[in-house]
């Protein structure tokens, strides 16, 4: 695709510029102001425009008003050190059609040009893949600040009642842990991620690097529930980015128990007259010889699963 790369830091225009090389795109301009992006915009007439929020005389945002106004179906991403989903969703509302948060990585940045990419029939399904790829994007993150080795082990997507899915689906153990998140915004959806509690040292020494005595207190549940919330942040990220609306997660809450008895607890939280598709996510950490396990569930309701296939 051909860009126009907006950014006043010749720093970041030089990472992006060869990260798009890498991947196959052209850079036709690059813009250090507003104005001169303007200018460029109407000359060089991009596919995708890389734009910075903070630059020199016009803003991001003028200039991103001013681009959609020549053009109301262009796509811009805009580039951007903060991390807040009000902000996030502004932005969206405007007409962006995704958000470059940096620091950002190789695999972050894949990810978002294939999701700008035109879009090819997706043999696997729409939820399955966004599922997938926010799954690869987040065990490489959670890889670079873990003493351990972390890998999405698969991705299944199921449909139906939610009584249909909690018959069929089977997670492993005699007990869990599960962290639920109820997640609200114009599609609002839920999710629990389960550990099991006997892994906590395993999970402490491969996240944190430190041990941890057997058994659950407050501290470890803490933890558990950072886990959970860095990986419900990749769906989040995932699903903003391809729907262009944003997503406020509830804090966690934590529960104890047979696998079954937690996932009826997600259950008795939904419309039990509803059909929903339901991205299951196993991930493994790998630390030294032992493996700690855990599962994501992911409960999207009929509503978004639309707004999804028509993305």
């Not at 944190?208 to 886990?227: I, R, T, V, Y």
């Amino acid at each position: 695709m051909k860009v126009l790369l907006v950014e006043d830091n010749a720093l970041t225009r030089h990472t992006i510029k060869a990260l798009l090389a890498k991947l196959g795109h052209e850079v036709v301009a690059e813009a250090e102001n507003g104005e001169t992006a303007l200018e460029y915009f109407t000359k060089f007439k991009p596919e995708v425009v890389f734009l910075d929020i903070i630059l020199p005389g016009k803003s991001g945002l003028e200039v991103l008003e001013e681009i959609l106004g020549i053009d109301p179906r262009a796509r811009v991403v805009v580039i951007t050190a903060v991390d807040q989903d009000e902000i996030d969703q502004r932005l969206y509302d405007k007409g962006v059609h995704a958000v470059l948060r940096k620091p950002f990585s190789f695999d972050d940045f894949k990810v978002l040009m294939n999701g700008l990419a035109p879009k090819a029939a997706d043999p696997s399904g729409t939820l399955e893949g966004i599922a997938a790829a926010a799954m690869e994007r987040c065990a490489e993150r959670l890889s670079r600040i873990s003493a351990g080795k972390w890998t999405v082990v698969s991705v299944r997507v199921s449909h139906g009642s939610m009584a249909e899915i909690v018959r069929d689906h089977t997670i492993s153990g005699a007990s869990g842990l599960a962290v639920y998140f109820s997640v609200g915004g114009k599609y609002p959806f839920s999710s629990m991620i389960i550990f099991k509690p006997e892994d906590i040292n395993v999970v402490s020494l491969g996240f944190l690097g430190l041990p941890q005595l057997p058994g659950l207190n407050q501290a470890q549940e803490l933890l558990f529930s950072e886990l959970a919330n860095i990986i419900l942040n990749s769906v989040i990220s995932a699903l903003s980015n391809k729907l262009k609306h944003g997503f406020l997660p509830s804090a966690p809450k934590c529960l104890v128990g047979e696998p079954r008895f937690l996932l009826e607890a997600l259950c008795d939280t939904l419309d039990s007259g509803q059909h929903y598709s339901v991205a299951a996510i196993t991930l493994d950490l790998k630390y030294g010889e032992d493996t700690a396990r855990s599962e994501a569930i992911v409960v999207i309701p009929a509503n978004l699963a639309e707004a999804l296939a028509a993305a």
